[in-house]
């Protein structure tokens, strides 16, 4: 078991008036024990009381460590799991429950009267994996190194003729060769038009003369997970495509200006979207400013207008304004940012300036 961490969570069901929690998300079971399961259709949860008396249901065919500093409670494919279950909550008390636990399990636990009422309470997960811990921001450090290493090399992939789905497919032997497990979501390559749609995946397209080359990619290391993009462009850049990448790279540096404690992530979302608006550009950032990330690559958590949570030491998110004009070009430019005491570290450190690339490497 993670204490600190379980210390926190209960700190936070407290807060909402909770002695009892079922957690269900094997993500978040994970963070909280540094147990790791895929439980498909079974059931798999954990349950955390205020008195210590955490529970874990486990079906046969899981295959944990022998000591978890936890009870453990078996069950077969046969057993009556959800009135095993029930039997060890305190039925005269609300039940927090999580986000994931889905109607065929909620339903059966109500029927059964397994507590006095079910509260959803996943934002005392949530809110506490929203905040790293040393062990967890080290570990994001080293991703994101591996992340500024490979970014390196994606670049010198790119030469005439290469196709999107080229230059993806070698990507996941080059983030190994650097000491990453994987990736932490699909490469996103892009050039020239097809840039301008945030979430494209790789096709064949060939790079052109002049197209930008977008690309959004992280790998995980250690169980944590990088992301950043970087926009390039191919052995020459007109200057309106100068001119909008340079605002992006502004408004990434003025969002990341503003980070520290205390301050509204709405407002980092609003100075982005003000330098983009001020030039012209408005209408053509169609996405929130940034996401929380960790143990998965998108954690709840965003920096969005309509976040008007505050910034606390620990946190760590991306910061990724763009520009898209569709049938044209499209630029991101993205970081990822731990909050300090003082203000912020930025983590990804692979240079910002806009590169041209490609045989010649000149405009």
Not at 104 to 112: M, T, V
Request: aromatic share 8%; hydrophobic share 40%.
């Amino acid at each position: 078991m993670k204490e600190s961490r379980v210390e926190r969570v209960l700190e936070a069901l407290k807060g909402m008036g909770l002695r009892q929690m079922l957690i269900v998300d094997p993500m978040a079971i994970y963070y909280l024990t540094g147990v790791q399961v895929a439980p498909f259709e079974r059931f798999y949860g954990l349950y955390l009381r205020a008195d210590g008396g955490h529970v874990i249901f486990l079906n046969r065919l899981f295959h944990v460590p022998e000591e978890l500093g936890i009870e453990k409670v078996w069950y077969s494919d046969t057993d009556p799991v959800m009135e095993m279950v029930a039997s060890r909550m305190d039925g005269e008390q609300a039940l927090g429950v999580d986000k994931e636990l889905r109607a065929g399990f909620l339903i059966p636990l109500q029927e059964l009267k397994a507590a006095k009422g079910f509260v959803l309470a996943s934002s005392a997960v949530d809110d506490t994996r929203g905040v790293k811990d040393e062990e967890e921001q080290e570990k994001m450090r080293a991703s994101s190194h591996i992340n500024d290493l490979a970014m390196a090399e994606f670049k010198k992939l790119i030469r005439e003729g290469i196709t999107e789905r080229e230059a993806a497919a070698k990507m996941l032997k080059i983030y190994q060769s650097l000491g990453a497990d994987g990736f932490s979501f699909e490469p996103l390559v892009a050039f020239g038009a097809n840039a301008a749609d945030p979430h494209h995946s790789p096709d064949d397209t060939a790079v052109k003369l002049g197209d930008c080359v977008l690309f959004d990619v992280g790998c995980i290391k250690d169980g944590y997970c990088s992301d950043m993009t970087r926009t390039f462009y191919f052995r020459k850049v007109s200057g309106e495509h100068r001119r909008i990448y340079d605002t992006v790279r502004e408004a990434n540096e003025a969002a990341i200006a503003r980070i520290a404690p205390g301050v509204p992530l709405c407002e980092l979302d609003r100075t982005a979207r003000d330098l983009i608006g001020e030039a012209g550009y408005g209408p053509n950032f169609t996405h929130r400013l940034g996401h929380f990330i960790g143990l998965s690559e998108h954690e709840h958590g965003d920096v969005s207008s309509a976040n008007t949570k505050k910034a606390e030491a620990g946190m760590i998110f991306s910061i990724e304004p763009g520009i898209y004009l569709t049938g044209d070009t499209g630029v991101r430019v993205e970081d990822l940012v731990l909050v300090t005491e003082n203000g912020c570290e930025v983590l990804n450190h692979y240079p910002k300036e806009l590169e041209i690339i490609g045989e010649g490497g000149a405009e």
